[in-house]
Structures are given as structure tokens and as C-alpha cells.
């Protein structure tokens, strides 16, 4: 059995999964402030401690960035000297974040070619310089970048090298040929925003550790990441930026898990957002290009998502309109049918009958049929802006608070699977190995395409995938038709199931 935990801005649901596939129990409990009581609470309560894995989706990074709280100031060192001094690190981020997070920044010399031809040769001297000015400032976490690193990165890795030898082990170093895609500039900023957030996610997994322990549960721990894979309670530490969209990214699997249904559209409605995604082949449909987190440009896998503020906890005002202002986490102590006094789209719910929590008699007065209304034409604008084609588009609503809506306006098709309301957990659970590549290739188109997929396998299965169980689940080619010796850019994704006799070995 496998329980998978989603911590959301206003709950936090867990789901317990079968050897057989089966959902044997959902369950929901509020988010707590500091997260882990929250999951400690729906641990407690699905009573499940023999279980082979245990994987949660959390938000915990994602709200530090926004909130620009709990960061920790990153020394940037940028290798691309003579080139990329123009535009220097941090230059389009909001100034609120880059008070907070830039501790010193160097430009160095390295980086190469988008045929991993040198720019120029990394200067050790110039690093040592380098390293005596992190240790005499005190920082504890370095970001470290070069160009096109995606397609070579030796000088990364040396420098990475030279710098731990001078600094000692416990000062975290993130690379950005780890953790972004080809473009220098967003790729840099996904690795600030990593080395940021390092010293709290070793806070944090230990947190979560903490509440699988008192919960009496000795299973392996994992995370999930933007793209519906897994990765393990190391890599959480490591890649914490690999975690921003996993709620969506849940919702979106959890929901094709449970309908059956590959190709559709998913609505997640949950207490304070309502997110709309496109699944291909069951997977998210990803971002293209660059994505803004925390309006931060950055280019690491994330879930192409349209959100908008309508949620269970949403304030309904005078006119019938609802959101994007919610009660959140106090809905319980603020919406009318639990004896507070602000009206809420859960209180519309209760009025309508659509759902049977709290005191139905304390919204009795109140009429739900326009306001509901408007929220499910506003959903069907949401879900039309997303669709790529007029072709008919089947919908799948999950979430606790997609009991909202019953019919969207232009679309026949709408479902709303069982345990519709823990999907989120479900994907958490279901989740999968992933290794992926992003990087140019040159030479015949075949030969570097079969590279591309055996270097995405292998990925995979040293990320703990059961060798055997990889399948191919995407390809992307860009021929860079102004670059010499047949230059192509290729993505190549791959996922397989988790090999657990591995993890336990």
C-alpha cells in the first residue's frame, strides 16, 4: 500500500492506495501553519502504518517565494567571461526578492558554445578569489552557472569542485545544468531561486520525516515534483525548486488515475484557487518556453495551468461575483454554516444542496442559483481559454470544491470521478520515476534522437526507476536551422515505475 499527501493552501488531503490500485480511504484535515501538523492530523487519521511508500505533494517552497520569507542570501557565480557580463544575474527580478536573496554576485570566466566549444578556460585563481569572499561575507548556499551548461557542464562541475574544497560540506552548492533548461538567464534565476530555499528544505523534509515517525510510519519518504515524477528525500533537499507546481500537477494525474480518461481537461477547485490544466497521454501539458514563479522568469519543468480565484473558501460579495479574495485555512471558523460571518462559496454549496457540512439552517436566507452561475461560466472561460483546438474536449472536475459546479456552458462532456474531492493525493500516490534530457545535439536526425531517448532512460532508472517499466512519454525537436552541423534542440521525457526493492536495498 502507498498513501500519498497533498498539502494545499487550505487543506491537506492523504489518500491510501492498494497493492491493487484501489483508493481504500480519503480523507481531508485543515493546513496547519507550520505544515506538518497538518499532514501528522491525515496520517492520524487514514490509521494506516504498513504501507511501502508514503509521497507528498507540498506548497511549503513555492509560499516561501511568493512571500518572499524563510530565504536564505545566495552567492551567484556565473562563468561566461569575456560574454554575458551585458545582462548580470538578478537583473529582471521584482526588487523585494532580490534584497532579500542576493548575497554577492561574480562573473568569472568558462561557459562554452552551444557545441560545448569553450568561451574561455576556467581561471582557478579567479574562483579561489571567489571562494575567500563567500567565506568572509558568511553566505552558506552558491548558485553556480555557466552558459550552455545544458549542453556541456564540465566547467560547472569544476568549479562546483573547487569551490566545496575551499568552502567545506556545509555550504550548499546548486548547478544550474541540474535544474534548468537551455537559456541562461531563466535557467540562472530557477538556480538562485533553488539555492535560496536549500537551507529550509532540509528544515522541511526533516519536518515531514518527523511527522512520518510520530505517525508510527517507517516507510520510504518522497516528493513530488512539477512534472508528476518523484524524486527521493535527497533529491528534495537538493532540487526544492523541482517541487513548485506538484499541486496542480497531482490534481491533474490524480484526476486522469481516476476517470480513466488520458486526454482531457482538468478542473481542480479547491479551497482558495481553481486550476485548469490540459492532460496529453496523461501528463500535464508543460509550459512552453519560460515560466514566471513569483514573477521570476525561469525555464525548470512546470504544468501549463491557468488558475483563478474562485475556491471553497472564496468571499462571495454584494453583487453574486466570487473571489478571488478568500478565507483560506479559516474557513471552518469564518463561513457562515461554521458560525462565523463571512459568505463564502462553501456556504453557496450548503444553500444549494449540494453539499451537507456545517449548519444548513444558518444559510438559509441566502439564494445561490446566480452566484453559482457565474462561477461555472467563469470555470468554462477558464477551460476554453486553455483548449488548443475546437474539437469536443471531455472536462474532469476534482477537488473539494468542484461540488461548486455541476455543468459548464459549451461543454457536454463533464465528469466528476469517485474520491473526486483526494485526487490531488491520488496522483501523489500513483506517481512515477521521470528522467528527462534537454539539451543540442548535432549529426543525423535518427542517431542523435536514439541518444536522446537511451540518455532519458537511463536518467530514469538511476533516478530509481524498475528497469523494464520506462516508456518514452514525450518527444520535442527544434532544428536550429542558423546553426552549422545539423544542430537540433531535442527534449526527451521518460518515466517508469518506482522500483521499490531498490529503495529498500
Request: glycine share 10%; hydrophobic share 45%; with cysteine.
Amino acid at each position: 500500500m502507498r498513501i500519498g499527501i497533498d498539502v494545499g493552501g487550505t487543506n491537506t488531503d492523504a489518500a491510501l492506495i492498494g497493492d491493487d490500485g484501489q483508493v481504500l480511504a480519503g480523507v481531508k484535515r485543515p493546513t496547519t501553519e507550520d505544515v506538518t501538523g497538518g499532514i501528522a492530523s491525515a496520517l492520524t487519521a487514514l490509521g494506516a502504518t504498513r504501507v511501502s511508500a508514503v509521497m507528498i505533494g507540498t506548497t511549503h517552497f513555492v509560499n516561501a517565494l511568493v512571500e518572499a520569507a524563510r530565504l536564505e542570501p545566495v552567492a551567484i557565480v556565473r562563468l561566461g567571461l569575456p560574454a554575458t557580463a551585458a545582462l548580470p544575474p538578478l537583473v529582471d527580478w521584482p526588487d523585494r526578492l532580490r534584497q532579500v536573496v542576493e548575497g554577492a554576485t561574480y562573473l568569472c570566466h568558462g561557459g562554452c558554445e552551444y557545441d560545448g566549444t569553450p568561451i574561455s578556460e576556467l581561471d582557478p585563481e579567479e574562483l579561489q578569489r571567489v571562494a575567500d569572499d563567500i567565506r568572509r561575507r558568511g553566505l552558506r548556499t552558491v548558485a553556480i552557472s555557466s552558459a550552455f551548461s545544458p549542453v556541456s557542464d564540465e566547467h560547472e562541475r569544476r568549479a562546483a569542485e573547487l569551490l566545496a574544497a575551499e568552502l567545506g560540506p556545509e555550504v550548499h552548492l546548486s548547478l544550474s545544468a541540474e535544474i534548468g533548461r537551455v537559456g541562461l538567464l531563466a535557467r540562472e534565476s530557477a538556480t538562485i531561486v533553488n539555492a535560496a530555499l536549500r537551507p529550509l528544505a532540509d528544515h522541511t523534509v526533516a519536518a515531514f520525516a518527523e511527522a512520518l515517525r510520530v505517525a508510527g510510519i517507517t516507510a520510504p519518504l518522497f516528493l513530488s515534483q512539477n512534472d508528476g515524477t518523484l524524486m527521493d528525500v535527497e533529491q528534495a533537499r537538493r532540487y526544492p525548486v523541482a517541487t513548485f507546481a506538484s499541486g496542480p500537477t497531482n490534481s491533474m494525474r490524480g484526476a486522469a488515475y481516476l476517470s480513466g480518461l488520458t486526454d482531457c481537461a482538468v478542473v481542480d477547485i479547491g479551497g482558495t484557487t481553481s486550476d485548469v490544466g490540459i492532460l496529453v497521454g496523461g501528463f500535464p501539458r508543460e509550459a512552453a518556453g519560460e515560466a514566471l514563479v513569483a514573477e521570476v522568469r525561469t525555464n525548470f519543468r512546470i504544468p501549463d495551468v491557468l488558475s483563478i480565484g474562485i475556491g471553497g473558501g472564496s468571499i462571495v460579495a454584494d453583487d453574486g461575483t466570487t473571489g478571488p479574495r478568500s478565507v483560506g485555512f479559516r474557513l471552518t471558523d469564518e463561513a457562515l454554516v461554521f458560525g462565523g460571518d463571512t459568505l463564502t462559496a462553501t456556504d453557496l454549496a450548503v444553500a444549494a444542496g449540494l453539499a451537507s457540512i456545517g449548519d444548513p439552517a444558518r444559510v438559509a436566507h441566502v439564494s445561490p442559483e446566480r452566484p453559482l452561475k457565474l462561477i461555472a461560466e467563469r470555470v468554462a472561460e477558464a477551460v476554453d481559454r486553455m483548449r488548443t483546438s475546437p474539437a469536443p474536449l471531455p472536462v474532469v472536475l476534482v477537488g473539494g470544491g468542484s461540488i461548486l459546479v455541476d455543468e459548464l456552458p459549451g461543454f457536454d462532456d463533464v465528469r466528476r470521478p469517485d474520491h473526486f474531492e483526494v485526487a490531488n493525493a491520488v496522483g501523489a500516490a500513483i506517481a512515477q520515476v521521470g528522467g528527462e534530457v534537454d539539451r543540442v545535439f548535432s549529426g543525423p536526425r535518427e542517431q542523435v534522437l536514439e541518444e536522446a531517448r537511451g540518455e532519458a532512460i537511463a536518467r530514469a532508472e538511476r533516478a530509481g526507476a524498475r528497469p523494464g517499466s520506462v516508456r518514452i512519454v514525450d518527444v520535442e525537436e527544434l532544428p536550429l536551422a542558423y546553426l552549422p552541423g545539423n544542430a537540433t534542440r531535442i527534449r526527451v521525457k521518460a518515466v517508469g515505475d518506482l522500483d521499490l526493492e531498490k529503495i529498500d536495498a
